[in-house]
T-cell receptor, first 113, second 111 residues
Framework: DTAVSQTPKYLVTQMGNDKSIKCEQNLGHDTMYWYKQDSKKFLKIMFSYNNKELIINETVPNRFSPKSPDKAHLNLHINSLELGDSAVYFC????????????FGPGTRLTVL | GESVGLHLPTLSVQEGDNSIINCAYSNSASDYFIWYKQESGKGPQFIIDIRSNMDKRQGQRVTVLLNKTVKHLSLQIAATQPGDSAVYFCAENTGGFKTIFGAGTRLFVKA
């Protein structure tokens, strides 16, 4: 049983394109996150959502727009992709009472050419 | 500013030995300190956390030590196994919805 799933696993696209990454969790968690991991493995939070509401937006460019249609889903849409957007994007979830124990998805490797 | 860092970017240990992964932090206001393990090609996985009012916490084969005087955190892995090979991240949480991750330490376990 997959707890946190992401699609696609790999995404290769041209600069300037718009793309989306989907995330779903079947853990019944109220809180979901998006993280970006660069080539040096540095992991940085981008967004936190709780009960479908945006809680944290870590100075991410407006080109990145998360959307939470329900508590089990947090999708990430990226407009006008740039070379610097190339990274691995991780979705995660947790209960708001246990924010330390986050469950991560397998990641989406985005390559912008 | 807030930062969580690591003393050693890579650590190589012999199978069966104990491993110690270190981490320095600068934010004294953090409520929790957390360790995650990331295996190749996978997302990070929670290992253990410790509240700021504690100095030691033990889990299964792992122990986390917190020294608030010198703002130092360590993860000890007993009897290291090949399956422990991964990148280990320390992280901190100030009680809200934001977790700040350190740079990571790669652990190699030699058979």
């Amino acid at each position: 049983d997959t707890a946190v799933s992401q699609t696609p696993k790999y995404l290769v696209t041209q600069m300037g394109n718009d793309k989306s990454i989907k995330c779903e969790q079947n853990l019944g968690h109220d809180t979901m996150y998006w993280y970006k991991q660069d080539s040096k493995k540095f992991l940085k939070i981008m967004f936190s959502y709780n009960n479908k509401e945006l809680i944290i937006n870590e100075t991410v460019p407006n080109r990145f727009s998360p959307k939470s249609p329900d508590k089990a889903h947090l999708n990430l849409h990226i407009n006008s992709l740039e070379l610097g957007d190339s990274a691995v994007y991780f979705c995660a979830s947790s209960q708001p009472t246990q924010l330390n124990e986050q469950f991560f998805g397998p990641g989406t490797r985005l390559t912008v050419l | 500013g807030e930062s969580v860092g690591l003393h050693l970017p890579t650590l190589s240990v012999q199978e069966g030995d104990n491993s110690i992964i270190n981490c320095a932090y600068s934010n004294s206001a953090s409520d929790y300190f957390i360790w995650y393990k990331q295996e190749s090609g996978k997302g990070p996985q929670f290992i253990i956390d410790i509240r700021s009012n504690m100095d030691k916490r033990q889990g299964q084969r792992v122990t986390v030590l917190l020294n608030k005087t010198v703002k130092h955190l360590s993860l000890q892995i007993a009897a290291t196994q090949p399956g422990d090979s991964a990148v280990y991240f320390c992280a901190e949480n100030t009680g809200g919805f934001k977790t700040i991750f350190g740079a990571g330490t790669r652990l190699f376990v030699k058979a």
